[in-house]
């Protein structure tokens, strides 16, 4: 897995720059490499992402909660574009989850709540960095609304996205656990919020803490995706979570399984690799520790 190999990093990230991408448009990423079809992946579920990170859109019967929202150079083609291709209005955005305050998934929270009246939802930490950091956050800095809790409950027209605090990838990551419909079907979804080790993390002090917070969060959101009997596996980055892929896959399923169904233990196997990645490098610094 690519999170066991990512970089070192040294320090907490104290910039506020506006990043390239605001300054001049012209210097994002071609739209080649970010681009991807949206899909209707299960009853009530669309997948509204790109070719490596992921916005998803979970239908009611009283409007839409969005969960993550990209950059803020493609949000507008494949959240509000991907949606209306899928028959689906933006206008029905009632809330928007975001996982964690990085640009790739903060991204489009400022255009969705300005311009749907969206209520934005966000760890009180991460929202602590967008309003600490207006630079760095340039258009993409929604208005607080919700600060999330942990097992905090997001309803709407009868369905429901449990909330629950994995700090680690920033002191503020959410992941969730909700309920789809396949072919009328309940399926259980535990989605990932946060992933890679982009936390200070190549000396002792603060890096064994840091890493213990990973685990912990791993920990708890393993636990709660067994006790609702998860068996699809999300993660904000398609990258991660091969959604892309597996939405092709479903073309042509026909009555065979689900492509993103990987049952109970695929879901623990997945979050067992990360906390023993995190582990791995935990161990490293501890000898580290050790040897000073």
Not at 54 to 74: C, F, K, Q
Request: hydrophobic share 35%.
């Amino acid at each position: 897995m690519r999170t066991c190999l990512l970089p070192q990093s040294g320090s907490e990230n104290t910039s506020d720059n506006v990043p390239e991408f605001v300054t001049k448009p012209a210097s994002a990423p071609a739209r080649a490499i970010w681009y991807a079809d949206p899909a209707k992946v299960f009853d009530n579920l669309y997948f509204v992402g790109g070719k490596v990170h992921s916005s998803w859109a979970l239908t009611t019967s009283e409007g839409i909660i969005l969960i993550d929202t990209i950059y803020p150079y493609n949000s507008e083609e494949l959240i509000v574009g991907g949606l209306k291709k899928l028959g689906l209005d933006p206008a029905n955005i009632k809330y928007v989850i975001v996982s964690h305050a990085h640009g790739d998934h903060i991204g489009g929270s400022e255009l969705l709540q300005a311009r749907y009246g969206a209520r934005v939802v966000m760890g009180g930490p991460d929202w602590d960095a967008v309003e600490k950091y207006p630079n760095r956050y340039k258009t993409m800095a929604p208005k607080r609304n919700i600060v999330a809790t942990d097992g905090m409950k997001i309803t709407l027209g009868g369905q429901t996205v449990t909330i629950w605090l994995t700090p680690g990838h920033t002191p503020g990551t959410l992941s969730y656990t909700f309920t789809v419909l396949d072919r009328g079907k309940p399926v259980n979804v535990v989605y990932s919020g946060g992933t890679a080790f982009n936390f200070a993390n190549n000396t002792p002090d603060p890096g064994i803490r840091n890493f213990q917070t990973y685990i912990d969060s791993q920990k708890h959101i393993a636990s709660k995706a067994a006790e609702t009997g998860a068996t699809v596996l999300l993660s904000n980055h398609s990258e991660f979570d091969n959604a892309v892929d597996k939405n092709r896959m479903l073309a042509g399923r026909g009555n065979g399984p689900h492509s993103y169904e990987v049952g109970p233990e695929g879901v623990q196997r997945y979050f067992r690799v990360l906390q023993g990645c995190a582990r791995a490098a935990q161990l490293g610094l501890e000898k580290m520790g050790a040897e000073r």
